[in-house]
């Protein structure tokens, strides 16, 4: 069984080798290592036995990712079909909450530095900048001031240098 | 008292909601059309829909619950905190209507609202507030005298001032005439004005608050104090009573100080009388909420006492059930709060459905909450989720039952704090109680999760239901070994 997933900028291959105990591969950047679990483990939520101490862990799947909590820290791993979808990465600036575009500071084909000020949203009452991770060139731009967007919806397309 | 209006929503509606019941009234809830499924809405025996989901439509509309309380034909109305609960109108309009209103008189809310008001009033009644000037002569050198008066480090702020414009603090009075100077030029190009005011700065301020009551037959108690200085953004995000920094002493001066200010405004009902504690002792009066406070729970548990209960009773009329000296507070209590925001990204808020939750039990464990299961996080309301609360013996020991409860809280559909929350019950300078109000500024400039585990959750990824499921075909092969159910059994070779 395989699985692919993102988790912000990285990207993992995660392939279950041995269902009992649990025993997985997981590659990233062309690099693999294994890690077995132990502990009490049942789906949905156990305790992990790591270093001398049972850790809480809880999991949930949703079509999109998986939700993990484990000793208390909750990551959210986005399932990626295929390699190709896992390796877009950069490509579409996606609002991370549904709000209003309060301004645009950018335009299609700007070359903007890394941390350079994209776009500023508002929602609940607080700012929140859309910034350029890296240095790069905005592609294209789908998004106006005063414009209200759901979350999910792609503000700009980025092409990373 | 029979039936009752709670004029909220989320976490706090519910807790008004459990005292109601225990003293036999029917609770009517309201509703915005976002809530309309919400645990506050179910929950309640009635529910009235008041509006679309903006709060100025819906929880702000003052003549909508009005309507809503004439209508059901209740005793008495709750605001909670936030919304309503300190609009000296909608007290008035609850009175007005006939109805009792849990909470002080109107007079009083607007008092206390206004800065400028409830500070000449608290110099008035001989509680100490921060020393300043705010005076019209604006001669350098008599604005020298004025500084020498207040005694230094001091700043000076322009009057029409914000955003840290025209603000200087001055360490000593030999750099007074440059910094008055600097400051003014500042504030005149910012604002078109000079005028200046002077304060005295407090370096490293905690923020300690003290439970107040009072009764119509004019009695007032203190219930203790809470320190809040885990602050970002003057938002709190963890209180604790007793406070780490507290003398004995100082407490007592400064619960004197607290019912001195509710007595001398004629205080009724639940209210918090907020101070900022210098480093040398000294303390000044904040402000004070003339409302429940969001903190509440940790003064419940070191008492032992249920203050909605004492505001219903108050508000009818009874006096307050227990004398000072009956009041005690026992061992140490904490209260975090979780966010539906991501620390990682600036705090941002999240939106989103929960997916998957579950709350942590245990002894001295207390959940406050407003959402299950299923329930959208929108971005119509405060972010804030839940109230995590504990109780226990030693504040080292409340600490560590905070930390492993906050490792089974499972919230998972928003991002939220918890991990954050956590990493400030692990940070040595908060377990050594050092905790003022630059807390955070000071030792969390910036949160990045830690990178540990992260092959461990991924391993657990196949740990759904769907995949051991599917995989297996028997759940019970994967998870449920026979071999782990036997306690202490060994192979002896």
């Given at each position: ?161 | ?261 509710a007595a001398s405004v004629g205080y009724e009902n639940a209210g918090t009388v907020e101070f ?218």
């Amino acid at each position: 069984m395989r699985n692919r997933f993102k988790l912000g900028d990285r990207i993992f291959q995660v392939d279950l080798l041995d269902k009992h105990p649990p025993k997985v591969h997981i590659t990233e950047k062309e690099a693999g290592r294994e890690t077995k679990l132990q502990g009490k483990l049942r789906p949905g939520h156990g305790a992990l036995f790591v270093d001398d101490r049972y850790l809480p862990y809880f999991v949930t799947e949703t079509p999109t990712a998986v939700w993990v909590t484990l000793d208390g820290v909750t990551r959210v791993f986005e399932k990626c079909k295929n390699r190709e979808q896992a390796e877009e990465g950069h490509g579409g600036f996606i609002s991370p909450m549904p709000g209003k575009v309060i301004k645009v500071s950018t335009k299609p084909g700007a070359r903007v530095e890394k941390g350079a000020v994209l776009v500023i949203m508002e929602a609940m009452k607080m700012e929140h900048r859309i910034e350029a991770p890296v240095a790069g060139t905005v592609t294209a731009l789908h998004c106006n001031e005063g414009q209200v967007v759901d979350q999910g919806f792609a503000l700009l397309e980025f092409n990373p240098d | 008292m029979e039936k009752i209006l709670i004029a909220n929503r989320g976490e706090i509606a519910l807790r008004i909601m459990k005292t109601c019941r225990e003293m036999g009234m029917t609770v009517v809830a309201v509703a915005s059309e976002a809530d309309m499924s919400s645990r506050h809405a179910r929950e309640a025996d009635i529910c009235y829909p008041i509006g679309p989901a903006p709060v100025n439509e819906s929880y702000l509309c003052i003549e909508k619950i009005i309507e809503v309380a004439k209508d059901a034909g209740v005793d008495a109305v709750h605001p909670g905190f936030g919304f309503l609960s300190e609009n000296a109108d909608f007290a008035r309009a609850v009175t007005g209507a006939g109805l009792i209103f849990v909470g002080p008189k109107p007079e009083v809310i607007e008092l206390m609202g206004s800065k400028m008001a409830s500070k000449r009033r608290m110099i008035e009644a001989g509680v100490p507030v921060v020393p300043g000037y705010n005076g019209a002569d604006q001669d350098p050198e008599h604005l020298a005298v004025e500084a020498g008066k207040i005694g230094y480090p001091l700043l000076i702020k322009a009057s029409a001032g914000g955003g840290g414009k025209g603000m200087r603090i001055v360490n000593h009075a030999d750099q007074f005439e440059e910094a008055l100077a600097a400051a003014r030029r500042e504030a005149l190009s910012a604002f078109g004005d000079d005028t200046v005011l002077l304060e005295r700065y407090l370096q490293r301020p905690r923020h300690v608050e003290f439970q107040v009551f009072g009764d119509k037959q004019g009695n007032v108690v203190h219930l203790y104090e809470r320190e809040c200085s885990i602050q970002r953004r003057h938002q709190k995000i963890l209180e604790e009573t007793p406070s780490p920094g507290l003398k004995p002493e100082v407490r007592e001066r400064m619960a004197a100080a607290a019912v001195k200010a509710a007595a001398s405004v004629g205080y009724e009902n639940a209210g918090t009388v907020e101070f900022m504690l210098d480093e040398d002792d000294s303390f000044y009066f904040l402000e004070m909420n003339t409302r429940l406070q969001v903190e509440h729970p940790i003064t419940e548990a070191v008492t032992g006492l249920d203050l909605v209960r004492w505001q219903i009773m108050v508000a009818n009329g009874k006096s307050l059930p227990l004398h000072q000296d009956e009041i005690a507070a026992r061992g140490h209590a904490i209260e975090v709060r979780v966010y539906a925001e991501d620390p990682t990204r600036n705090f941002l808020p999240q939106t989103g459905r929960i997916v998957g939750y579950s709350e942590p039990r245990g002894l001295g464990i207390r959940v406050d909450s407003g959402i299950h299961q299923g329930d959208e996080i929108s971005i119509f309301y405060d972010p804030m989720i839940a109230k995590l609360i504990a109780w226990g013996a030693t504040r080292d020991q409340v600490i560590s039952k905070l930390s492993v409860a906050l490792a089974q809280y499972c919230v998972h559909g928003v991002q939220t704090n918890i991990a954050f929350l956590r990493e400030i019950l692990n940070e040595p300078e908060f377990i050594e109680g050092n905790t003022t109000t630059d807390y955070l500024a000071r030792q969390f400039p910036d949160f990045t999760s830690g990178e540990d585990l992260v092959d461990e959750a991924l391993a657990l990824t196949f740990m759904t239901e769907s995949a051991t499921e599917e995989k297996t075909g028997d759940r019970a092969q994967i998870v449920d070994d026979p071999w782990d159910r036997l306690p202490g059994w060994r192979v002896i070779q």
